[in-house]
């Protein structure tokens, strides 16, 4: 006993933490201690030494804890209703004489005590189980015993006392329980686990969907714990070596591993009871119902979970993984507990019509004892079997017309007109094609053949299986593959440092630290790695037939210098290091020869970034994916395809474009005249292919050749600014001498730098003379310049004074040029001779344009006027030195001639039509192909610009379709409808650039209408949830708050509560304007909540507030917003006779309507936009500015007009 005590008493005092260990109690530091606690009730009288022994407890520690959210009835999340709970004072059983008041619940599973209401966590559990007793003793008091404990509480009053005390007992169940009573009789994992911050070792169990924390083993066999971990809120992070975290929104426990496995057991045990805790049941139960879904299919183990939904099958997690590895081409894998939104009820009865049992009996019909699957089967057979099972077809049966192409078809066409879908599984997976020709010219295909006999069945497997990969027997996998086993003659071996194996790719600097030195070697295909050069067995290793990618980091990536990954098909990242380069050049070397076939050794001559296999297909044959080995060097990706002899070469630079579908995991690279689609076979190596590939294709310098650029080797961002500048500046006053905002400037800049490809000017998004500022920045800042290291002997050609030697040397330094200098010099100087062409309208004549784009091109300081000679003789006599075809530019500025006078005709600067403006609408959704450009009269309504965009797209309009306008604003996530009648022209112009114009249906107005027409007065009241989005201080208040209002006729009135006789504030109507949607970083508690926005009428004082009001129901937010609608709009909210109203419409000039051609107004008044003209005030052009007047500019116009491409 004295030894316990002296745990019990520190040396010195420490301060109290909030904590999950009850203070009461303490933790033994010996975890592996066996000997079961049994306290007396006399323990609580004791020493008051003792007091201190309770505040020094072992705590976690405070720096690891999240506040919770606001308490509900029951802040914990679970399912188990509160039989009673409230404040009682709990005595520790070291006998101190002062009792810790603790908030306590009782539900029928455990009787749990907090040091709050508000905590989630509890700091003891005790299960009702395993209660024996419960005793009134002395006042106010009572013990709860269980087999090996006593628990003493102290209630407020008798009363309360006796309501503990019956409810307590009316839970102690009759029946006699064994003293190693455990609640988690079913584990996934449990173990000691080390707690940040605390002395001792928590013994920890992961059960079902939950984790149980214990002070150690003898507790956790009586049941009595320290809390629960409710895992669907959880979510497992590993954050170094042996740590990792669990994180709720409550707290975050920070754990640590006695070893790198037993963590990575730990990790994924919890995330398996994180998806058990998100399961749902109910489709695993009703695919479960037909018997022979009730094992896997391939290897038969008990309660499979997953399917693919395309090859009808149903099978465990353990294949599940192998399917994965087909690809979705293949084998459509679906959880059955997760994937609820994907199981129609037409697919359940699929799986339920076909079963596992009949879909063998196609699928496995010849399947060799030797070769089946069982329970223990590894997963090198599981992938073996599965791959020749599913992708080459080895062990189906055969269909009698298999090879007959044309039988096959009709079998199909006249088989899916019957519900028999096993039959139509067999054709299909025997070469029937899907998407054949019926012959019939209204029903052309088999799924339509399915649709009008109304068999859904066959209707549901013929559209999973639109796309699918057919088996192919002629074809091995790579796994079978002869040329994929190493040549014998390839030996290599050496010291290399290599850190754990992994299963995601490397984000991180790897450390020294983290490396160990191996004696590896490789030789007869096997790559091995040991712990010494003394040792025979080794640590581990891979075959060459399992890499499927080698990659080379980069200098200093890691803590070793030169280090290199290899990818193996099992989903492993291996990263080995070394700090001499000729050492790991010599082991790429050799590894990359070892796997690598014969038929592609030419890529083994190229110094590779990234060498490996992968799938491909192509626009030609999409049906079906092929084998390919790719190769990375710099930003060229060389291709040794399975058909062709020779390797190919794409220029990643010069892609049009390069995207990736992360739901298919493929990503797609198109260059002109070929698309290819490189498939992500194996997970891991796809996404360091797709990071390196899109690395590649970005700008890998500073030079011009470095950068990304076009087919005819112009940079994108060069083409795009020109392209941009030439729609729409050709008429804009002064430009390339206006400067543009700065940080736009900036921002556009780096825009272009990150992946110019991705980077579309649009009218309205970005101005001119931000853009012409871009193009000039970029010419000045880029390394080497326009002229590369010629730049002094061009400029020396200006000491020629006559001008046809002038000319001819400038024809011989143009020649000597490197290729993308070329290209970009002739782009740039036929723009140029462009805008100097209509000099009478942009006042940027020839001597003015050699001025700005003198000292930019030449990167000099403006003082010698030799640039600026240059560059006016260079446009001057554009046609001469650069050999251009006088014709084709003839019509290039025809071409934009015609646009001009267009635009003129379009937008007349004086009459009753000068006040219209172009505005961009969008059809129901934003996107470019929905992108519509209309002019807007002063007088035109909402309703008359629906009618006009679903006139140019000839939507009929019915009886019943609500069509609106819509104001979206993306930033603040939110949107409202115009009114019919209100005014568009105001509310273009008050539109930020986060906002624009959307034409959609309003699928809530009819709900609107039948509310509004059951109400004899418009008015409403009601409880919502308010929230001010700045208080009066200027700050947040961070929470909504239940508030009543009341909306009547003329003001919106907010009181505290419903009793309230005075209201806290009030607002006019006629001054609010409401919006539907909230920005989801705000965490609103529902979805359905209406942004207000209320600026006040006066003019000498500008008021603007904004807040939230956040409804329980969708139907209520309706209500609240017609409410709001009828009263502004005077009880009118949709015309009485809508369609007649569109006919009206029609009576609008017909000038209204542009086709592909629209304006954009010049923004600010003529003095303003003559301040914004920098640097002319010395200049002769600011005299002619004076003069000018240019009220419009051009807008987007048809992609073939005023192309900036050069003449040859």
Not at 29 to 46: A, K, M, N, P, V
Not at 1059 to 1068: D, I, Q
């Amino acid at each position: 006993m004295a030894s316990k005590m002296s745990l019990m008493v520190p040396k010195a005092p420490k301060p109290r933490y909030s904590s999950l260990c009850s203070d009461d109690e303490l933790l033994d530091d010996d975890t592996s201690c066996d000997e079961s606690e049994s306290l007396q009730r006399s323990s609580w009288i004791g020493d008051l030494a003792s007091i201190s022994g309770s505040m020094t407890s072992i705590y976690l520690p405070i720096t690891s804890h999240d506040n919770a959210p606001p308490p509900r009835e029951d802040p914990a999340p679970t399912s188990v209703p509160v039989i009673k709970m409230g404040w009682l004072y709990k005595n520790p059983p070291q006998g101190s004489l002062i009792y810790q008041h603790r908030w306590v619940k009782l539900d029928a599973e455990y009787l749990r005590y907090f040091d709050t209401e508000k905590d989630v966590y509890s700091k003891r559990i005790i299960p009702t189980l395993s209660i024996t007793g419960v005793v009134n003793v002395g006042e106010q008091k009572f013990e709860v015993v269980t087999h090996n404990r006593t628990f003493l509480f102290r209630a407020e009053n008798d009363s309360e006392r006796s309501e503990w005390v019956t409810v307590l007992k009316s839970c102690v169940r009759t029946t006699s329980l064994d003293v190693t009573f455990n609640p988690c009789v079913s584990y996934e994992m449990r173990g000691y686990l080390e707690l940040r911050g605390l002395r001792s070792k928590l013994y920890t169990v992961v059960c079902a969907d939950k984790v149980f924390l214990y002070k150690n083993i003898e507790e956790y066999r009586m049941g009595i714990g320290i809390t629960s971990i409710d895992m669907n809120v959880g979510n497992v992070k590993e954050v170094d070596r042996r740590a990792f975290d669990l994180t709720t929104p409550y707290r975050i426990f920070n754990f640590v591993a006695d070893t790198d496995q037993l963590k990575d057991q730990w990790v994924e045990a919890m995330r398996n009871s994180i998806a058990e805790a998100l399961s749902n049941y109910e489709v695993a139960e009703r695919i479960w119902a037909e018997p022979s879904n009730q094992m896997c299919a391939d290897c038969s183990a008990a309660k499979p979970e997953w399917a693919a939904i395309n090859l009808a099958v149903v099978f465990c997690k353990r294949c599940a993984g192998e399917h994965r590895g087909l690809g979705p081409s293949v084998s459509k894998v679906r959880s059955l507990k997760m994937d609820k939104k994907v199981w129609t009820e037409d697919l359940i009865q699929l799986f339920l019509a076909v079963g596992n049992e009949r879909a063998n009996q196609f699928w496995a019909a010849n399947v060799p004892p030797s070769e089946a699957l069982t329970l223990n089967s590894s997963s090198e057979e599981r992938r073996r079997f599965i791959t020749a099972k599913y992708r080459e077809g080895k062990y189906r049966r055969y269909h009698p017309l298999f090879g007959n192409q044309r039988e096959l078809n009709n079998a199909l066409c006249i088989n899916v007109q019957s519900s028999d879908v096993c039959e139509t599984l067999a054709l299909v997976f025997c070469g029937a094609d899907v998407s054949c020709d019926t012959g019939d010219p209204e029903l052309t295909s088999p799924i339509a053949l399915a649709q009008h006999h109304g068999q859904n069945l066959q209707l549901e497997f013929l559209t999973q299986n639109r796309n699918t990969e057919l088996p192919r027997s002629e074809v091995k996998v790579a796994i079978d593959r002869v040329h994929y086993m190493a040549p014998p003659s390839v030996t290599h071996n050496g010291f290399l440092f290599k850190t754990a194996s992994m299963a995601r790719p490397i984000t991180e600097k790897k450390g020294k630290e983290e490396f160990s030195r191996r004696w590896c070697v490789l030789n007869d295909g096997n790559f091995s790695y040991y712990e010494s050069d003394k040792n025979a067995t080794p640590n581990g290793g891979l075959k060459m037939k399992e890499i499927v990618c080698l990659a080379v980091s980069p200098p200093e990536t890691h803590g070793y210098d030169h280090t290199f990954e290899l990818y193996s098909d099992a989903e492993r990242l291996y990263l080995f290091g070394t700090d001499n380069p000729e050492t790991m050049r010599e082991w790429v070397k050799s590894i990359a020869k070892s796997f690598i076939p014969a038929a592609a050794e030419d890529l083994l001559l190229k110094d590779f970034e990234r060498i490996g296999r992968l799938r491909y297909k192509d626009r030609l044959n999409r049906e079906m994916s092929r084998l390919g080995w790719f190769c990375l060097v710099g930003s060229s990706l060389h291709i040794r395809l399975e058909e062709h002899t020779a390797d190919e070469t794409i220029d990643l630079q010069k892609l049009l474009e390069l995207s990736i579908q992360p739901e298919n995991e493929v990503l797609v690279l198109v260059e002109r005249g070929r698309t290819l689609y490189i498939e992500g076979e194996r997970k891991l190596d796809f996404q360091g292919w797709a990071a390196a590939i899109q690395r590649a294709a970005g700008s890998s310098g500073d030079t011009l050749s470095q950068q990304q650029l076009t087919e005819a080797d112009i940079p994108v961002i060069v083409e795009r600014c020109i392209h941009f500048t030439t729609q729409y500046g050709l008429t804009s006053e002064g430009i390339y001498r206006k400067s543009g905002v700065n940080s736009k400037i900036a921002a556009l800049l780096e825009e272009f730098r990150r992946d110019a490809r991705c980077v579309w000017l649009k009218e309205g998004e970005h101005q001119v003379d931000d853009v012409s500022n871009v193009l000039k920045r970029f010419f000045r800042d880029i390394e080497e310049g326009l002229f590369g290291q010629q730049a002094h002997s061009w400029l020396s050609a200006t000491v020629f004074s006559d001008e046809s030697s002038r000319i001819c040397q400038y024809r011989l330094l143009f020649s000597n040029l490197p290729r993308v200098n070329q290209a970009t010099l002739r782009a740039l100087v036929n723009h140029l001779y462009c805008v100097q062409r209509f000099a009478d309208l942009n006042q940027m004549n020839l001597h003015n344009l050699a001025i700005v784009f003198g000292p930019t091109l030449f990167q000099a300081d403006g003082k010698d006027n030799s640039a600026g000679r240059v560059i006016e003789d260079l446009i001057q006599h554009y046609v001469t030195i650069f050999d251009v075809n006088e014709q084709q530019l003839k019509k290039q500025l025809d071409e934009i001639t015609y646009i001009i006078k267009l635009r003129d005709n379009l937008a007349p600067k004086t009459g009753t039509g000068s006040g219209d403006f172009i505005c961009t609408v969008y059809l129901e959704e934003k996107k470019e192909t929905a992108e519509q450009h209309v002019k807007i009269p002063a007088t035109m309504t909402a309703a008359e610009l629906t009618f006009e965009i679903l006139d140019r797209r000839k939507i009929s309009v019915k009886e019943k379709d609500y069509w609106c306008c819509f104001e979206v604003n993306e930033k603040e996530e939110m949107e409202r409808p115009l009114h019919y009648q209100e005014k568009v022209l105001p509310i273009f112009h008050s539109l930020g650039t986060d906002s624009h114009l959307l034409v959609k249906k309003h699928f809530s107005m009819e709900a609107m209408l039948v509310y509004l027409a059951s109400k004899v007065e418009v008015s409403k009241h009601g409880m919502m949830k308010f929230r001010e989005e700045r208080s009066l201080l200027g700050l947040s208040t961070g929470s909504f708050n239940d508030r009543y209002f009341i909306l009547n006729s003329t003001s919106l009135r907010l009181y505290k509560e419903v009793r309230s006789n005075r209201p806290e504030r009030e607002w006019p109507v006629k001054c609010l304007k409401v919006y539907q949607g909230i920005k989801k970083k705000l965490r609103p508690p529902t979805c359905w909540v209406l942004t207000v926005i209320y600026e006040s009428e006066k003019q000498e004082k500008q008021e603007r507030q904004q807040w939230y009001l956040c409804c329980d129901t969708q139907n209520e937010m309706r209500e609240w917003f017609a409410t709001f609608m009828s009263i502004q709009c005077g009880g009118r909210v949709w015309p009485a006779e809508w369609l007649k109203s569109r006919v009206a419409s029609h009576s609008a000039p017909q000038d209204a309507r542009l086709g592909n051609v629209s304006l954009i107004p010049l923004r600010g008044s003529e003095n303003e936009m003559r301040k914004s003209v920098a640097a002319f005030t010395a200049d002769p052009l600011a005299v002619s500015l004076i003069n000018q007047s240019q009220p419009g500019s051009a807008n987007h116009t048809a992609n073939h007009t005023a192309l900036c491409s050069q003449t040859q």
